[in-house]
C-alpha cells in the first residue's frame, strides 16, 4: 500500500518524527525511576494525536511540543542528568 503526501504534508510529518526522536533522546538522561513513565508519557501524547489532519492545529502540536520539550531539557540539565 503506497500513501501519498503532498509536500507540506510530508515535511510536518518528518518535523512530528524529530519531534518524537528528540523527546525520546531527551527522556533517555532522565532518573532511572522516572524514565520509563516519561517516555510512555511521550509515545501516549503523540498517540493522541496521531489521527489529527489539522495541518494548522498539527503546527500547534509541535510548537507546543517543542516548548514542553526545551523545559524538560532544561529541569534534567539543572538537575545534572
Do not use: W
Not at 13 to 37: D, M, N, S, W
Amino acid at each position: 500500500m503506497v500513501v501519498s503526501f503532498d509536500l507540506q504534508t510530508f515535511i510536518l510529518r518528518a518535523r512530528v518524527l524529530k519531534l518524537y526522536r528528540q523527546a525520546l533522546r531527551v527522556a533517555k538522561r532522565a532518573p532511572p525511576h522516572t524514565k520509563g513513565e516519561l517516555m510512555q508519557t511521550i509515545r501516549q501524547e503523540m498517540e493522541k494525536n496521531r489521527d489529527c489532519n489539522d495541518k494548522q492545529k498539527i503546527r500547534y502540536l509541535i510548537s507546543e511540543g517543542m516548548e514542553r520539550l526545551k523545559g524538560l531539557d532544561e529541569m534534567l540539565d539543572m538537575q545534572g542528568h
